[in-house]
T-cell receptor, first 114, second 112 residues
């Protein structure tokens, strides 16, 4: 069984400030972890993913996330927020090969303050 | 290369009516998925398919049926629509072992 918890359904940061979106997961098998972004009235787009190997993964648009097994976390960060980062962000987990179903968190809406 | 497309983009149904949502992908992906998105609940898996001719239930399958007669198409049917099925429906596809799901633009369905 897998589950994802995203802390904070709404996060606001000032333009140029650090973005930190929190994700904790539960999985009975080694997890594969993902962050997706959804802009208004659009589908989801993959930001980054962790499958195996390096625990710090870099994605598109300057985002990165670190897999911390001991903390069961996969927080998303960006050093300097841009207005174009305003969107909804979803963390998701799958069980990898043979279990390619994604379980999503409830999402975090990111607002950027000018 | 259109990726994942969904038809229609919007639909309004009356309670008890039926409809079919079409998802098409041109990436030769094996796996396809149907999700629904509701405010505050993220995306929840309705049904999925691991290849042509196969289907399986997801987390919230009740009230929906699916078919995958052709590899590139995945159809989601509502036999008797209910207001609780008002939602945004997303289709996704996955290449074998890539672990990245590609999403369509969504279908906004309202049941009155």
């Amino acid at each position: 069984a897998q589950s994802v918890t995203q802390l904070g359904s709404h996060v606001s940061v000032s333009e140029g400030a650090l973005v930190l979106l929190r994700c904790n997961y539960s999985s009975s098998v080694p997890p594969y972890l993902f962050w997706y972004v959804q802009y208004p009235n659009q589908g989801l787009q993959l930001l980054l993913k962790y499958t195996t190997g390096a625990t710090l993964v870099k994605g598109i648009n300057g985002f990165e996330a670190e897999f911390k097994k001991s903390e069961t976390s996969f927080h998303l960060t960006k050093p300097s927020a841009h207005m174009s980062d305003a969107a909804e962000y979803f963390c998701a987990v799958s069980g990898g090969f043979g279990n390619e179903k994604l379980t999503f968190g409830t999402g975090t809406r990111l607002t950027i303050i000018p | 290369n259109a990726g994942v497309t969904q038809t229609p983009k919007f639909r309004v149904l009356k309670t008890g009516q039926s409809m079919t949502l079409l998802c098409a992908q041109d990436m030769n992906h094996e796996y396809m998925y149907w999700y629904r998105q509701d405010p505050g609940m993220g995306l929840r898996l309705i049904h999925y398919s691991v290849g042509e001719g196969t289907t399986a239930k997801g987390e919230v399958p009740d009230g929906y049926n699916v078919s995958r007669l052709k590899k590139q198409n995945f159809l989601l049917g509502l036999e008797s629509a209910a207001p609780s099925q008002t939602s945004v429906y997303f289709c996704a596809s996955l290449a074998d072992r890539s672990y990245e799901q590609y999403f369509g633009p969504g279908t906004r369905l309202t049941v009155t």
